[in-house]
């Protein structure tokens, strides 16, 4: 059954440091989003992007975030100074918005740590 | 804004109760989804409602949606120890994205 995955699982990192999430979509999807979850919260959406552009951001995605998808299968979010508040899990999905279900597939996450 | 309302959001039940989890949104949609996440786990989609009226069954669960009154409900029937986790209703909103409730924890207890 197709999945999407994510890389790392844990990744800690010092406040102030650079950071990338990376995704792998579902290949025959066209729309991917970035989630987060701060522990015992519930589930933030992040940004979505269709098209190779940005379709969507929540206020939370300021300019310390971007995305990217740098070839035909990964899907990037980079954080570039981390703040303390930025720990999280974060999580990516996709869909194939052009069918009647558009159900969204989450990866496993990414359980980000800043210290 | 789209808003999205879990009740409750923490649930106590004996094993072979039944319960129901409640799910209320603030706009139009026609697209609500049910996932379950165990600890530190992602979220594993559980239930596609698509249409006003749609109810879904998978062994002691089933979810319906009523459109007109912006609800959705999660029946539980006889729980069982293994159903224990958080269970969220996102609502699919405006501009491509998915809005979702605070989560139910849901603790079966034998």
């Known amino acids: 059954e197709p999945e999407v995955t994510q890389t790392p699982s844990h990744q800690v990192t010092q406040m102030g440091q650079e950071v990338i999430l990376r995704c792998v979509p579902i290949?025959?999807?066209?729309?991917f989003y970035w989630y987060r979850q701060i522990l015992g919260q519930k589930v933030e959406f992040l940004v979505s992007?269709?098209?190779?552009?940005?379709?969507?951001k929540s206020e939370i995605f300021d300019d310390q975030f971007s995305v990217e998808r740098p070839d035909g299968s990964n899907f990037t979010l980079k954080i570039r100074s981390t703040k303390l508040e930025d720990s999280a899990m974060y999580f990516c999905?996709?869909?194939?918005?052009?069918?009647?279900?558009?159900?969204?597939?989450f990866g496993q996450g990414t359980r980000l740590t800043v210290v | 804004e789209l808003k999205v309302e879990q009740n409750p959001l923490f649930l106590s039940m004996q094993e072979g109760k039944n319960y129901t989890i409640y799910c209320n949104y603030s706009?139009?949609?026609?697209?609500l989804y049910w996932y379950r996440q165990d600890p530190g786990k992602s979220l594993e989609s559980l239930f596609v409602l698509l249409s006003n009226g749609a109810v879904k069954q998978e062994g002691r669960l089933m979810a319906s949606l009523d459109t007109k009154a912006r609800l959705s409900t999660l029946h539980i029937t006889a729980a069982v120890h293994d159903l224990s986790a958080t269970y969220f209703c996102?609502?699919?909103?405006?501009?491509?994205?998915?809005?979702f409730g605070a989560g139910t924890i849901l603790r079966v207890k034998s």
């Open positions: 706009t139009t949609s026609d697209r």
């Open positions: 999905a996709s869909t194939d918005r052009t069918v009647m279900n558009t159900e969204a597939f």
């Open positions: 996102a609502v699919d909103g405006y501009g491509n994205k998915l809005v």
């Open positions: 992007f269709y098209n190779n552009e940005i379709s969507e």
């Open positions: 290949s025959n999807h066209l729309y």
